[in-house]
Nanobody, 124 residues
Framework: QVQLVESGGGSVQAGGSLRLSCAAS????????MGWFRQAPGKEREFVAR????????YYAEVVMGRFTISTDNAKKTVYLRMNSLKPEDTAVYYC?????????????????WGQGTQVTVSS
């Protein structure tokens, strides 16, 4: 079992920054890859970024590449998503998720565990 708790969401103006955190717990945590997804009202949940606990194999959706950075702090068992140059279209509920896979997974339905989500609102 893996438990995930997100924090750090909020409201910012366009061009601003936020850092989301995902505190993870579980006995076999190191065997999971971690992802961030987001879901805007009326839209499907979409992939944002993923990483493994070694801090390697960071992979991003094209729409956030160069603006968002995913990272891990293994000692704190926390995954971060640093979001810079935020745009109104980044407004969504952001979710942290975990998956056991030997390949990069960007499909939400393949992730095994999910946090409760944190709201990010970007105003113009």
């Amino acid at each position: 079992q893996v438990q995930l708790v997100e924090s750090g969401g909020g409201s910012v103006q366009a061009g601003g920054s936020l850092r989301l955190s995902c505190a993870a717990s579980g006995r076999t945590l190191s065997s999971y890859d971690m992802g961030w997804f987001r879901q805007a009202p009326g839209k499907e949940r979409e992939f944002v970024a993923r990483i493994n606990w070694g801090g390697g194999s960071a992979y991003y959706a094209e729409v956030v590449m160069g603006r968002f950075t995913i990272s891990t702090d293994n000692a704190k068992k926390t995954v971060y998503l640093r979001m810079n140059s935020l745009k109104p279209e980044d407004t969504a509920v952001y979710y942290c998720a975990a998956v056991q896979s030997s390949t990069i997974v960007v499909t939400a339905r393949l992730y095994n565990y999910w946090g409760q989500g944190t709201q990010v609102t970007v105003s113009s």
